[in-house]
């Protein structure tokens, strides 16, 4: 499932616009990675987002 745990950040639905401004429908979906984090005191796994990682939100486990 392309959800983080800790933001829920998901995936976002809108369209492709081509030259001739025809809409078809796309996907943006967020960069997701599965770590092993600090999860109430015990190592869990689990789906987080790129930014939550970088900006601290997560403790990883050694």
């Known amino acids: ?7 829920g950040k998901g995936v976002t639905f809108g369209h492709n616009v081509s030259h001739s ?4 429908n796309r996907t943006w979906k967020p960069n997701i990675r599965r770590v092993k984090a600090v999860v109430n ?7 987080v987002c ?10 990883r486990a050694i």
């Open 1 to 7: 499932m392309a959800k983080c745990a800790i933001c």
């Open 41 to 47: 005191g015990s190592n869990k796994t689990v789906d």
């Open 50 to 59: 790129s930014r939550c990682l970088r900006s601290g939100k997560v403790t």
């Open 21 to 24: 401004n025809r809409k078809t």
